[in-house]
């Protein structure tokens, strides 16, 4: 039987066992070491690896989710283009977030075991926004250089632990080059995680699109939450 602390853990509920790595962002403690590793190593080899996003709460991703299922956030198609709301069907908007966003209570980033990662001394300007878009984690892109080197890392078994689940389009979420996961603690973490657990929290949830989400709950689990690449070592 899953306790409670552990059962709001994977909800993204609980955040006492996260620490801060910098500013305004958070991992799990056990991370955090493995972390700093990484980021010692990329900077030893001349990459400023920094994060652009980590630890996220289930009410901020209930506020994504809620907010692209209303349409006051961009929508977007499979490749990235932007998709026109009002021309979409409630199935048409469901599948166009889960290519691109987690269902709140279901987003790896709730466990803090997942970071964003771009390259600070790649940008191009001081004032450049980091959009986490395909364009720019290409092998020619601007963070391309940082992407190449840590893909060698990852190879190698030499990236303390970390790898890339959204590495190729596997028909669920899109390619997320720039995420990493921490797979000593993560996959543990998905072992707890089945169809009823969540079948059952998705119901007690008040967001957007739930009833949608649960007439396809059993295709939705299998192709947005368990489909992704595993580590290769």
Known sequence: MMNIDTKNYLLGKNQKDLVPIGQNHLLHRNVVEAFHLLRKLCRDNGFDLSVASSYRSFERQKTIWNEKALGKRQLLSDTGAPLNYETLSQEEILKSILRWSAIPGFSRHHWGTEID??????????DYNVMLIPDEVS?????????KFLDELIEGNNSYGFFRPYCEDRGG???????????????????LIDFEFFKNNIGEFEIELKE?????????FEKYIQNHCLPPF
């Open 117 to 126: 990662v771009y390259c600070q001394n790649s940008l191009p300007s001081k």
């Open 139 to 147: 092998d020619d892109g601007i963070f391309g250089e940082l992407h």
């Open 173 to 191: 979420v899109a390619p997320e080059r720039w995420h990493l996961s921490y797979a000593p603690l993560s996959m543990q973490n998905e072992e």
């Open 212 to 220: 949608l989400l649960l007439s396809q709950g059993d295709e939705i």
